[in-house]
């Protein structure tokens, strides 16, 4: 099992830029599909994007798409969310995930879950 822990979160004006990171133990993350999600107070967990570990390949949430970018460093071990141009709701805490699956989207594809770092925008 692969552990994760998430950092980069904080406080930013709108349209401000911060960036994400998800750091991995215990195995490597280059075997794995990793994703980001968000949880706002009183909603459901979101998917935000996500990285499958065949080419690398990327998908987005329409909400995010041009704004956010994910990337993957296998040499650190680390995927990073690039979020530009932060909007109010974008406000949420951030979660990032492991999966075996090739393109996983839904919360129950993803084993492993960091514990979430918070992001608030504010207006």
């Known amino acids: 099992q692969v552990q994760l822990v998430e950092s980069g979160g904080g406080l930013v004006q709108t349209g401000g830029s911060l960036r994400l990171s998800c750091a991995a133990s215990?195995?490597?993350?280059?075997?794995?599909?990793v994703g980001w999600f968000r949880q706002a107070p009183g909603k459901e967990r979101e998917f935000v994007a996500a990285?499958?570990?065949?080419?690398?390949?990327?998908y987005y949430a329409d909400s995010v798409k041009g704004r956010f970018t994910i990337s993957r460093d296998n040499a650190q071990n680390t995927v990073y969310l690039q979020m530009n141009s932060l909007k109010p709701e974008d406000t949420a805490v951030y979660y990032c995930?492991?999966?075996?699956?090739?393109?996983?989207?839904?919360?129950?594809?993803?084993?492993?879950w960091g514990q979430g770092t918070q992001v608030t925008v504010s207006s």
């Open positions: 995930a492991a999966s075996s699956q090739q393109l996983p989207r839904l919360p129950g594809d993803f084993t492993s």
């Open positions: 990285i499958s570990w065949i080419s690398s390949y990327r």
């Open positions: 215990g195995r490597t993350l280059s075997t794995y599909a």
